[in-house]
Every structure is written in structure tokens, then in C-alpha cells.
């Protein structure tokens, strides 16, 4: 149980376009999901929370008109990097979480490259 | 022994051997910790768990740590073996919010 999923699992796009991740609770509903961010030997880090029908909360450097996020139903989030730049190439991590606290359930992560 | 990389710090240990992963976190407020293993080109995947009320709590060949006091964590791993091989974080959550991530470590396992 408790499964959450990515798509695509690499995806490799041109400088300027956009692109879309989606994350996805298969076995559960998620009142909230949150995006992180993993560059090469460095941690997770935290972009995003989205509440399921609400606008999404952003950390602090990170730019909302860049990265949009839509949580439009319980098993569906989705973040768009706009106008892709060589520097936004990642790994970018979703997870999950059924209530207001307790376990997040992690995806296998969507690896971005710009080229 | 333990050696710091440019980015992560990494331990190595021989097969057999027990290892032990410190980390350091930040928030007093935190009463949930997770250790997580990640592989390479992965998502972390959780080992063990433990809250605030709790100072030790063990799994399967692993053992959390939990010392309120000085806000240290640390992941005891026994008869490490090569499929131990990955990176370790720890995690903070503070209440109602978002899992905290340390910075790392590189656990390297030699046969």
C-alpha cells in the first residue's frame, strides 16, 4: 500500500519550453503532496506544499510563476517548470501524505534534464 | 572511516561490520524523525521511524537514536552488507508541516 508514482521518469526538453511532471497516489487519497528538489549530491529540498483544491504554498526562493503546481484532485498533483533553463535540471521528487501529519509516502522521482 | 567529500560525507565500512550514521537537526519543535535510504537515480525509501516521545526504537538489523537534548539522531545499521550501499538522510517534521531533509551521508559497504 501506499504507493505513489511519477511521470515521466526522465524527460529531456530544450531551453525555453515547458514541462510537466505528474505525481500520483495510486492506493490512497493525498490531502497533501509536496515537490522537492535534488541536484547532484546535495539533499532534498523542499519547494512546494499543495492542499488538494487549494493554492500551493512555496518555500522561500522558490519562483511560483516558474514552477506551477495544481493539486486538482486527492491522487493528482502536478508541477509545470515554465520556460525551461539548463540550471532547472534536476531531480524532482514528489510525496504524499493522507492526513494534515504523519508518513509521507515518497515517488521515484522524474530526472529533468535542459538542454 | 568517515571523510568529507565535497558535497556529502562518506563512511565506509567493511561487510559484516555495524555502522553507525549521525545527524544533526535544526527544529526543537520536530517530534516525528524518519530515517530514509536513497539509491542512485531513486526516491528515498523509508527505514525507520521514531517520535519525540521516544528515545530508541529498533527495526530489522536497524536501530534509531534519538537524543531530544542536543537534537541528534543517529542510524545504527548491524552486519552491514553491500546492499546497505546508498545514501542516508534524516528527516524532521515539525508539526503540520513538510519533512525537513539533512544534508546526507554516503554509506559505502566494502566486501
Known amino acids: 500500500g501506499a504507493v505513489v508514482s511519477q511521470h515521466p521518469s526522465r524527460v529531456i526538453c530544450k531551453s525555453g519550453t515547458s514541462v510537466k511532471i505528474e505525481c500520483r497516489s495510486l492506493d490512497f487519497q493525498a490531502t497533501t503532496m509536496f515537490w522537492y528538489r535534488q541536484f547532484p549530491k546535495q539533499s532534498l529540498m523542499l519547494m512546494a506544499t499543495s492542499n488538494e483544491g487549494s493554492k500551493a504554498t512555496y518555500e522561500q526562493g522558490v519562483e511560483k510563476d516558474k514552477f506551477l503546481i495544481n493539486h486538482a484532485s486527492l491522487t493528482l498533483s502536478t508541477l509545470t517548470v515554465t520556460s525551461a533553463h539548463p540550471e532547472d535540471s534536476s531531480f524532482y521528487i514528489c510525496s504524499a501524505r493522507i492526513g494534515s501529519e504523519g508518513e509521507q509516502y515518497f515517488g521515484p522521482g522524474t530526472r529533468l534534464t535542459v538542454t | 572511516g568517515e571523510s568529507v567529500g565535497l558535497h556529502l560525507p562518506t563512511l565506509s565500512v567493511q561487510e559484516g561490520d555495524n555502522s553507525i550514521i549521525n545527524c544533526a537537526y535544526s527544529?526543537?519543535?520536530?517530534?516525528?524523525f524518519i530515517w530514509y535510504k536513497q539509491e542512485s537515480g531513486k526516491g528515498p525509501q523509508f527505514i525507520i521511524d521514531i517520535r519525540s516521545n521516544m528515545d530508541k526504537r529498533q527495526g530489522q538489523r536497524v536501530t534509531v537514536l534519538l537524543n531530544k537534548t542536543v537534537k541528534h539522531l543517529s542510524l545504527q545499521i548491524a552486519a552491514t552488507q553491500p546492499g546497505d550501499s546508498a545514501v542516508y538522510f534524516c528527516a524532521e517534521n515539525p508539526p503540520r508541516r513538510a519533512l525537513t531533509f539533512g544534508s546526507g551521508t554516503r554509506l559505502q559497504v566494502q566486501p
Open positions: 527544529n526543537s519543535a520536530s517530534d516525528y
